[in-house]
């Protein structure tokens, strides 16, 4: 167990600290304000040490969006064209078309890893010891979220960067303006993952849910194809992609990239994250929510 994780953990006292003569900083073992961010900086830097320590994860993380550019892009140019349509005042590529939906599936792909470490880490990991520490779960899993983001964040403007050699056509002010909305639509992304890793107490059973929710919600979405283009072949289709929040957020993402603000998707972004976030925080809660039917994380009560 590292340092931060003992300090979170473990009541300080101030006879614990503080030797003869010597007072106890006021911020150790309090839990106010500057206690809950000391904690969050805390879970928010071991995750991020964890993520610069594993490139392996990095680099996997960047295939899949690379593979569909420089592969399945280039094969489809000719096939999927697109139309005029906002945020585009033109005729664009597909692969131009399909750069923000990659970039919003990496952080997909993202919130269920971290979904994924957050099942182990309940059961046999660090969180076992945060959750039954003196701060409130809420906190516990925001920092959790919180973290999940930044490290989704980094992998996104490191797919645009190298997006940016295969003439994307980004202006240079949309990859600032697109940073609300990553940490928007990764908020939501991680937010759903945090729920579903309530739901599931083997680390086994969580492949078949992950598969069971990425791929319909990448593939059900706006992220490859125009939804225009999706209603022409499938009325009902059309409507899933539109009840899809991953498409809400990639449009959210879409619009920003160059410029614009999409005021139907940021709503419906923000909301699914509370939503989903709220029901996390209830499933964690060892009093009332799932893990109350489980006895708690590993089977211990908070």
């Known amino acids: 167990m590292s340092p931060v994780e003992e300090r979170m953990s473990t009541p300080v006292t101030a006879g614990s600290q503080a030797g003869p003569g010597r007072r106890a900083p006021a911020h150790l073992g309090r839990l106010d304000a500057l206690g809950y961010l000391i904690c969050l900086g805390g879970i928010v830097r071991r995750e991020l040490l964890r993520f610069f320590n594993q490139k392996e994860r990095f680099f996997s993380a960047m295939v899949r969006p690379l593979v569909w550019l420089f592969i399945f892009a280039a094969g489809f140019r000719n096939t999927l064209g697109v139309s005029i349509e906002p945020p585009y005042q033109t005729y664009v590529l597909y692969e131009v078309y399909v750069v923000p939906g990659l970039a919003v599936m990496i952080q997909l792909f993202n919130g269920m890893q971290s979904s994924l470490s957050m099942v182990y880490d309940r059961e046999v990991g660090s969180m076992k010891v945060l959750l039954t520490s003196p701060y409130p779960r809420w906190l516990l899993l925001l920092a959790k979220l919180v973290a999940g983001v930044c490290v989704s964040v980094v992998q996104a403007y490191a797919f645009l960067a190298v997006a940016y050699f295969w003439e994307t056509d980004i202006p240079p002010v949309g990859y600032l303006a697109a940073l609300p909305a990553f940490l928007a ?88 994250t509370l939503a989903f976030f709220a029901l996390a925080v209830v499933a964690y809660d060892p009093g009332r929510g799932i893990m109350a039917r489980r006895g708690g994380p590993a089977g211990d009560t908070a």
């Not at 706006?222 to 072949?233: K, M």
């Not at 409507?239 to 990239?257: G, K, M, T």
């Open 185 to 272: 639509s990764g908020l939501m992304l991680g937010a759903i993952g945090l729920f579903l890793s309530s739901l599931v107490r083997q680390l086994e059973n969580f492949a078949s849910v992950m598969n069971f929710v990425i791929f319909p919600m990448f593939f059900a979405s706006s992220a490859l194809y125009p939804l225009w283009r999706i209603r022409e072949s499938s009325e009902t289709l059309y409507w899933i992609c539109q009840c899809n929040p991953f498409s809400h957020a990639v449009q959210l993402v879409r619009f920003a990239l160059y410029g614009q603000f999409e005021p139907t998707a940021c709503a419906v972004v923000v909301g699914t």
